[in-house]
């Protein structure tokens, strides 16, 4: 396994839609093993494969908290079959949107169908803070971000802080 370097906004390969996977093999799983491990390292509680640089619908999750372990979530060519009417809203953040966070609404549960890690077809009801991560994963497979849903000042506004921040983190004073 390896950490691989997540591509931050601006970067247009975030816009871009992601591929679906045709059948499950080795390097569909090493793309996994890596993606788990950036995501690790991060540390965050989800990323998606176009997040690494890979324009492939894979999405790994892992929720688990210090005193609850849960096992991590592969989804390959995951689909939203149907979300609730209700919603409810979570301060969202992206390890590609570093450092920034805003409140964004979404439905409470979704029900979503994708092939887990060996391939096998699954489904899956979610609610809370997965449902709200898995729609968050399948938005970066459609080029969307969280941003996307905010009015376009605040939009402009983080993507001007971001900016600034990589360009404070690339000075070198030697
Ligand atoms: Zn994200």
Redesign the pocket.
């Known amino acids: 396994m390896s950490v691989k370097k997540i591509f931050t906004i601006p970067d247009p390969i975030l816009k871009k839609k992601s591929l679906p996977i045709k059948n499950v093999d080795s390097s569909v799983k090493k793309l996994m093993d890596d993606m788990l491990e950036t995501m690790y390292a991060a540390p965050?509680i989800?990323?998606?494969a176009v997040?690494v640089g890979v324009l492939k619908r894979v999405v790994v999750i892992d929720l688990s908290k210090k005193e609850e372990k849960t096992p991590p979530l592969f989804f390959v060519n995951p689909e939203i079959i149907s979300t609730s009417e209700e919603q409810v809203s979570y301060e969202?953040?992206?390890?590609?949107?570093p450092n920034q966070f805003a409140e964004i609404k979404r439905p409470k549960r979704c029900h979503v169908k994708y092939l887990d890690y060996n391939g096998k077809k699954k489904d899956l009801k979610a609610d809370g803070l997965l449902a709200t991560c898995i729609q968050?994963?399948i938005?970066?497979l459609n080029g969307i971000?969280?941003i996307d849903y905010l009015s376009k000042l605040k939009k402009d506004l983080i993507l001007k802080k971001v900016i600034k921040q990589k360009k404070e983190i690339d000075r070198v004073i030697v």
């Not at 969202?92 to 949107?97: T, Y």
């Open positions: 965050g989800g990323l998606a997040q969202e953040g992206c390890l590609s949107i968050h994963e938005d970066h971000l969280f």
